[in-house]
């Protein structure tokens, strides 16, 4: 047997790919030959050496489905080559935002006589009206003290006009008023006794009235309020009983791809102990 | 029907795949489930880094998803996606190179493997060990290395190994003699003893 040959067999032998009656025919050729046999031993040790290599576990990438099954490997695919143009990309937007900018504001920059103008609109290359004058300044601000003055002068003729209608609605009321508190004590009729007490029963009627009519639409209103706010809490309690159902809803179906995932994952384990006991 | 389980889950990948085919996704997602930590496996080992292992595992489904169409025999599909992981893997190696040459940390790799082989007597713990196994692992030359991977830890048939890689089985037998002899090389000039792992 050439060495070649012996090789490819050792490699046979060493693999278990041998039908047992080359193998029965070759451990005799290994026995017989103490070289050989040091040469086999050699690769069976290194074999068990390689065994300490071991595997490693990693996790797959994940995957979005969309509703439309759109598949996410193309888009990943676009996405790669995309990559490699994203820094030119960021670059040219950047600009092109800048651009924009500066188009839609008017944005200009210019240097003219030893002096750099950075501005928006058109920007005035004479310098004679870049600085304001003390008369101007003085000017400008007289014009602001007269309309601050005109401004109060008006505020205070408002105030007065309004102090002297209320002053003269006072006086007027103190004047009808006076009727009975004004008269005399010996003076005070029987009549003018009954006319003050109907007057007053009056009175009395009307704010009763008014109580009555407030009281009462203050009890619709507070029943209105007790109804919405019912309405409001039995509305809530249904939306809420409806996030419960649709979250039930969704562990269900998570629970459900959970098992798909694990049946997925006992089949790939399947594979790599299947592997690795074909060794 | 299949009776063992591996046939169940490969069967079950068959249909995930004929339903991928007719355009549905969510078995190309379940599909993606299935093959994720073994594709993983399979670059994590070829490469020794986490991040290269699903930047080439993300690369390969997507490539998997492309042409998934022009997969016209369906029972061959494990090879077909081993051949794209494989693809993936020497293209992103490429990448690595090209970015290692203007890189300033060049070789910053093998002069990681080169310490941990001379001193391995300071790692002797299994984490370590593993590392060790893995960066000598990586040093071999890449059709011995991906044939070991698929031998030892995807538990490929030799007659599998060939038809993923387009090679006769004894080519992948002579390549894994190969590797198995430099890695056997590379632990005994590390001084790292076999049989007291």
């Given amino acids: 047997m050439g060495k070649e040959e012996f090789n490819k067999e050792l490699i046979t032998y060493l693999y278990d790919e041998m039908s047992s009656e080359d193998r029965q025919r070759f451990e005799k050729v290994i026995e017989s030959d103490p070289e050989l046999r040091k040469e086999f031993e050699d690769l069976r040790d290194m074999r068990k050496g390689l065994s300490h290599i071991g595997e490693k576990e990693v996790m797959e990438p994940f995957f979005l489905w969309d509703k439309h099954n759109v598949a996410p490997w193309t888009t990943f695919i676009r996405k790669r080559s995309l990559l490699m143009f994203k820094p030119f990309i960021a670059v040219a937007a950047s600009l092109s935002i800048f651009l924009l900018i500066g188009y839609f504001t008017n944005f200009s920059i210019s240097y003219q006589d030893s002096s750099l103008r950075i501005g928006f609109n058109q920007i005035n290359n004479t310098n004679q009206n870049l600085a304001m004058s003390q008369d101007d300044i003085a000017k400008m601000v007289n014009q602001e003290i007269a309309k601050n003055n005109a401004y109060i002068f008006t505020k205070l003729s408002e105030t007065e006009n309004s102090v002297n209608t209320r002053f003269a609605s006072l006086e007027k009321d103190n004047s009808t008023s006076k009727g009975i508190q004004s008269l005399p004590e010996g003076l005070v009729t029987e009549k003018d006794l009954d006319t003050f007490l109907t007057q007053t029963r009056n009175n009395n009627v009307r704010v009763l009235q008014s109580y009555l009519e407030s009281s009462s639409v203050q009890q619709q209103e507070y029943f209105q309020a007790v109804i919405t706010e019912f309405s409001n809490y039995v509305e809530t309690q249904r939306t809420e009983d409806l996030r419960m159902i649709r979250r039930s809803l969704l562990d269900l179906q998570e629970n459900q791809q959970s098992q798909k995932q694990e049946t997925d994952q006992i089949l790939a384990s399947i594979l790599s102990t299947v592997n690795t006991q074909n060794n | ?197």
């Fill in chain 2, 1 to 197: 029907m299949p009776e063992t389980l591996r046939d169940i889950a490969l069967y079950h990948s068959e249909c995930l795949i004929e339903k991928s085919q007719k355009g549905d996704n969510h078995a190309f997602g379940k599909l993606v489930g299935l093959w994720f930590k073994r594709i993983y496996n399979f670059s994590l080992k070829y490469f020794g880094d986490h991040d290269l292992a699903m930047e080439v595992t993300q690369r390969t489904f997507i490539a998997v998803y492309k042409n998934i169409n022009g997969l016209k025999d369906i029972k061959s599909y494990k090879f077909w996606l081993y051949r794209i992981a494989l693809n993936q893997c020497n293209e992103e190696e490429r990448r690595q190179k090209r970015k290692t040459w203007f890189s300033i940390f060049q070789n910053d790799d093998a002069q990681r493997v080169e310490e941990t082989a001379y001193h391995p007597e300071k790692e002797f713990h299994q984490k370590e060990l593993e590392e060790i196994l893995s960066n000598m692992l990586r040093r071999l030359p890449e059709e011995q290395k991906v044939v070991i991977i698929m031998k030892e830890y995807e538990g490929m048939k030799f007659r599998e190994i060939a038809d993923t890689l387009g090679i006769s089985e004894n080519t992948a037998k002579s390549r894994l003699y190969y590797g198995l002899k430099s890695l056997r090389k590379y632990i005994d000039k590390s001084e790292l003893k076999l049989e007291n792992i």
